[in-house]
T-cell receptor
């Protein structure tokens, strides 16, 4: 069965610092992978997605993620965090034969000025 | 373009009352998903539809929950009778079924059952 693990429940960084949010998945084949962001009181917004090809994926708001098959990981990165990036971030995995997405438990990002 | 529309945005009701949540998917999308988000359980898929037909309702917690999609532009999630443990944020999402298509989420309905 598919599963997603986000090992960090809460991360705090200073504005301008680099960021990496971890995501590990379990799936027997190459999955579809997504990162979503949820600002307080809002729905989820797609940051980026991976289906095939180049393993380094660029997204909106300056985010990128790298698919590493050998580590079953899809970590999200940003070189310099802005205060407006404070939000909850969700990694999700989808199988190629289903419409469903399996979401991780989320990582809450706090940004200090 | 209008995104996924949900109403109401907030709902406060008393235990035992019927609650109806509404969703209008993005025009042209043919898959619709209902999720529930709580602190304890995170984001859970309740049910989803393809072309107005329920495909997987295994996430619906119990018979008190029901969902319908009478046409391509409208869906409801009903809880009858409601209980305090149903308090959560309920999200609707839609997508264009097919390869590589992500889900687009609505703003959610925050339900409080007293």
């Amino acid at each position: 069965a598919q599963s997603v693990t986000q090992p960090d429940i809460h991360i705090t960084v200073s504005e301008g610092a680099s960021l990496e949010l971890r995501c590990n998945y379990s799936y027997g084949a190459t999955p579809y992978l997504f990162w979503y962001v949820q600002s307080p009181g809002q729905g989820l917004q797609l940051l980026l997605k991976y289906f095939s090809g180049d393993t380094l994926v660029q997204g909106i708001k300056g985010f990128e993620a790298e698919f590493k098959r050998s580590q079953s990981s899809f970590n999200l990165r940003k070189p310099s965090v802005h205060w407006s990036d404070a939000a909850e971030y969700f990694c999700a995995v989808g199988a190629r034969n289903t419409d469903k997405l399996i979401f991780g438990t989320g990582t809450r990002l706090q940004v200090f000025p | 373009d209008a995104g996924v529309i949900q109403s109401p945005r907030h709902e406060v009701t008393e235990m035992g009352q019927e609650v109806t949540l509404r969703c209008k998917p993005i025009s042209g999308h043919n898959s619709l998903f209902w999720y529930r988000q709580t602190m304890m359980r995170g984001l859970e898929l309740l049910i989803y539809f393809n072309n107005n037909v329920p495909i997987d309702d295994s996430g619906m917690p119990e018979d008190r929950f029901s969902a319908k999609m009478p046409n391509a532009s409208f869906s409801t999630l009903k809880i009858q009778p409601s209980e305090p443990r149903d308090s959560a944020v309920y999200f609707c999402a839609s997508r264009l079924a097919g390869v590589h298509n992500e889900q687009f989420f609505g703003p959610g309905t925050r339900l409080t059952v007293l």
